[in-house]
C-alpha cells in the first residue's frame, strides 16, 4: 500500500539554526500539506500546496516558513530560523485530486527538537 | 475563537465492547467532519468522513453521527478490538479549502 514517507524521523537542531524537513508525498496525489503538532496538544495546519503554489497557510506559517517541491517526488518545509517553540512533530500529508483532498495521508512525522 | 474540541480526554473500554466518542465544534460552517485514529509513534490514519448535509455514515466497524442541531459529532465502533487502542481525533474541513482543523484527542484504552 502506497504511503507518505518522511525524513529524518527526528532532527535536533540549535536555536536559529535553518532546518529541511522532507516528505514523499504518495506518487499519484496532488495535494501536499504540513501540519504540526506541539508535545500533547491538536495537531495544527500549517500549509497546503497545489499546482507548485501555497493554497491556504495558517496564522503559524510566518515568514519564517517555506515550502517547496523541488522535484517530481519530494516535498520540504524549511524552517529559516528555528526557534525553542517550533520544537514539534511535524506531519507531511497528501491527497488526490478526485474529489477526496479531505482523505489526507499522512506520514510518520519528523520529530524537530531545538536546543 | 471558533474551535473544534473533545468531551472526554481518556477512554476505557473492554475488548468487545462498544465504544463511542464524542467531539463537539463550533464552527457553522464547516462542510465535512472527519475522524482521524493516531497510533503511538505514527501519524494520523483516516477512518471515515460525514459531509454536513449528512446525519449518520456507516463504515467497517464504524459509524460516525453527526448531529448539527446541537454542534455534536461521535464515532463509534462496534466490538472494540486491542487494535483500537489509540489517540481519536476529530476534524472539520471549512469548505474554503482542504486544511483540516483538529480536536485535541480522545485516547482510547482497550482492556481484555
Known amino acids: 500500500e502506497p504511503e507518505v514517507t518522511q525524513t529524518p524521523s527526528h532532527q535536533v537542531t540549535q536555536m536559529g539554526q535553518e532546518v529541511i524537513l522532507r516528505c514523499v508525498p504518495i506518487s499519484n496525489h496532488l495535494y501536499f500539506y504540513w501540519y504540526r503538532q506541539i508535545l500533547g496538544q491538536k495537531v495544527e495546519f500549517l500549509v497546503s500546496?497545489?499546482?507548485?503554489?501555497?493554497?491556504?497557510k495558517s496564522e503559524i506559517f510566518d515568514d519564517q516558513f517555506s515550502v517547496e517541491r523541488p522535484d517530481g517526488s519530494n516535498f520540504t518545509l524549511k524552517i529559516r530560523s528555528t526557534k525553542l517553540e517550533d520544537s514539534a512533530m511535524y506531519f507531511c500529508?497528501?491527497?488526490?485530486?478526485?474529489?477526496?483532498?479531505?482523505?489526507?495521508?499522512f506520514g510518520p512525522g519528523t520529530r524537530l527538537t531545538v536546543l | 475563537g471558533e474551535s473544534v474540541g473533545l468531551h472526554l480526554p481518556t477512554l476505557s473500554v473492554q475488548e468487545g465492547d462498544n465504544s463511542i466518542i464524542n467531539c463537539a465544534y463550533s464552527n457553522s460552517a464547516s462542510d465535512y467532519f472527519i475522524w482521524y485514529k493516531q497510533e503511538s509513534g505514527k501519524g494520523p490514519q483516516f477512518i471515515i468522513d460525514i459531509r454536513s448535509n449528512m446525519d449518520k455514515r456507516q463504515g467497517q466497524r464504524v459509524t460516525v453521527l453527526l448531529n448539527k442541531t446541537v454542534k455534536h459529532l461521535s464515532l463509534q465502533i462496534a466490538a472494540t478490538q486491542p487494535g483500537d487502542s489509540a489517540v481519536y481525533f476529530c476534524a472539520e474541513n471549512r469548505n474554503s479549502g482542504y486544511a483540516l482543523n483538529f480536536g485535541k484527542g480522545t485516547s482510547l484504552l482497550v482492556t481484555p
Open positions: 500529508a497528501s491527497s488526490q485530486q478526485t474529489g477526496r483532498e479531505i482523505e489526507q495521508f
Open positions: 500546496f497545489y499546482n507548485n503554489e501555497i493554497s491556504e
